[in-house]
Nanobody, 126 residues
Framework: QVTLAESGGGLAQAGGSLRLSCLPS????????MGWFRQGPGTGREFVAA????????SYADSVRGRFIISRDIPKGSVVLKMNRLEPTDTGVYYC???????????????????WGQGTPVTVAS
């Protein structure tokens, strides 16, 4: 059974930073893409960022581009989302996702992923 272990959520002040980490385990086939989505109060789950595991190509939602950075921690086998210049609108539950295939057309969609984490809450105070 594939498990995505998320960590690093919490409370931050507007303008501050947080670092989320996602460590996959239990997968028998390689994972080629991992991403982060978020769900704010009363909203649907939306794409935040994604990375191709092999080459490191990254994609970002317009709302976070220039503030968030997604990267691979190759020695640890995890994916990190560094969130800078946080805004109150970044508040929500952040979900890690993983896929056995990488498709540029699907990385920003819910259907592009095979596995999901339980979510870690992020609250940004103004």
């Amino acid at each position: 059974q594939v498990t995505l272990a998320e960590s690093g959520g919490g409370l931050a002040q507007a303008g501050g930073s947080l670092r989320l980490s996602c460590l996959p385990s239990g997968h028998k086939l390689p994972l080629y893409a991992m991403g982060w989505f978020r769900q704010g109060p009363g909203t649907g789950r939306e794409f935040v960022a994604a990375i191709e595991i092999g080459g490191g190509a990254a994609s970002y939602a317009d709302s976070v581009r220039g503030r968030f950075i997604i990267s691979r921690d190759i020695p640890k086998g995890s994916v990190v989302l560094k969130m800078n210049r946080l805004e109150p609108t970044d508040t929500g539950v952040y979900y890690c996702a993983a896929a056995h295939n990488f498709s540029p057309d699907l990385v920003a969609t819910l259907g592009g992923y095979d596995y999901w984490g339980q979510g870690t809450p992020v609250t940004v105070a103004s």
